[in-house]
């Protein structure tokens, strides 16, 4: 209960940031929005506690976690940096030639 509660938190508040009218805001906000999303795909494989994800002889399969899961998420981080650092990179381009990271001064821009 308390990791769909602080799911439902973080989503909120990545949306919250994403509907500021800050380009770094939504950076952020999209960077919580995916932590989220992590969260939840982690949760969905199956949290047990003190056992390893591998099967041996020795364990039973209904009491480990699907270790599937767990790449993937670790794949989807190192993704979300990635993509984090490239709208970082982008945002701050932005604020070089428009002078303002705040997206109803975008609107006016004509090129």
Known sequence: ???????????????YLLLQGSVIKAVLGL?????????????VGGLTIGEV???TSKTQTESVADPLVQALVLTAIV????????LLTL???IHREVGSDDLNDMRNLRG
Do not use: E, H, T
């Open 53 to 55: 994800p591998i099967i």
């Open 79 to 86: 993704i979300g940096f990635g993509l984090s650092a490239f």
């Open 91 to 93: 945002a701050y381009k």
């Open 31 to 43: 960077a919580v929005i995916s932590q989220a999303a992590n969260l939840v795909i982690f949760v």
């Open 1 to 15: 209960m308390l990791i769909c509660i602080s799911v439902g938190i973080l989503f909120s508040v990545g949306l």
